[in-house]
């Protein structure tokens, strides 16, 4: 997802997807561990998306 399309959400769709992608991540890091991940370059792409959602989410908090 990109960051453009992040900065129009709110604090709280935010914080939502910020929970479904949690959610996401752990099945993914569950999926590697029993050898059953088909997609490997997915963890990657949640884990950037974590990390833009939570650049965000810090701006928001000091602006």
């Not at 490997?40 to 990390?51: E, G, H, I, L, N």
């Given at each position: 997802m990109k960051a453009s399309?992040?900065?129009q959400k709110s604090?709280?769709?935010l914080?939502?997807?910020m929970l479904d992608l949690s959610r996401e991540r752990f099945n993914l890091r569950m999926q590697k561990g029993t050898g059953q991940l088909t997609k490997?370059?997915?963890?990657?792409?949640?884990?950037?998306?974590?990390?833009r959602i939570q650049t965000l989410l810090k701006e928001m908090a000091s602006a």
């Open positions: 399309e992040l900065r604090k709280d769709e914080g939502a997807m490997p370059d997915q963890v990657k792409k949640v884990r950037r998306d974590v990390a």
